[in-house]
């Protein structure tokens, strides 16, 4: 289970703070998917930013299962930054809204990156990254490099890389942005395919409403604040 409890998280604007994220409370139970959509300048990235502890709350908490994996500054829950990044390679997987591959790397290196970054044994992790090439439908093109691969491709790598850990929690931003209609459903429905069967706690930001048939719990934000959705009356 992922709780985010009370997250605010404010940005220093000259004199005055601007909050991108007000007071947003919010469970993802485990094999389950929740959208959240709003639109631009929202507050959605920032969020994700601080459910993947890759930023640190101003107020709140973020759990998974009873583990606070993120926290304020100075909060005495707060772990020091290099056990935060120890568990967000182990406990996080993370998509980007640009892929972010490596250029000189293959399909299937990419992934096995991830594997050696958390000390896996060379085998092990070859055998895993084609498992999962081949369920994101991508085991012909193991052996290119992102150049070679299209946008819908590329996307399917990244989620690819993000399951190497077996993650937890999946945190995906804008999969969609680059794709036409028909691709931005395939990745959505993909996604909510590899969150039911992994188990992971997956959290979809985007504005594309119409990719989500196959997520049927939304949350929508509007300036930092939700105003619509499963645990809107809980962030009061
Ligand atoms: N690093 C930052 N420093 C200062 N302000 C920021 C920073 N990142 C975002 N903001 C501000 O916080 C607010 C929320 O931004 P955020 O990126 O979370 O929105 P978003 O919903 O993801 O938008 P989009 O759909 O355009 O990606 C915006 O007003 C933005 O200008
Ligand atoms: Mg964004």
Known sequence: MLTLDHITLTYPD??????????????????TATAVLGPSGSGKSSLLAV???????TQGLVRIGDDVVNAPAGHPEAAPDAV????????IGIV???????????AVEQLELMAHLQGRSPRSARSRAMELLDAVGLAPWAAKRPAQLSGGQRQRVAIARAMMSSPEVLLVDEPTS???????????????????????ATIIVTHDEATLASVPTRIHLADGRITAGADATRSR
């Open 14 to 31: 000259g004199d005055r703070d601007l909050v991108a994220v007000d007071d947003v409370s919010l469970t993802v139970a485990p094999g």
């Open 51 to 57: 459910a993947s502890t890759l930023t640190r709350p």
């Open 84 to 91: 935060s990044a120890r568990l967000r390679r182990e406990r």
């Open 96 to 106: 980007f809204q640009q892929p972010q591959l490596i250029d000189s790397l293959t």
């Open 178 to 200: 680059a794709l036409d209609h028909d691709r931005g459903i395939q990745i959505v429905d993909l996604i909510t395919t590899l969150t039911r069967e992994s188990g992971a």
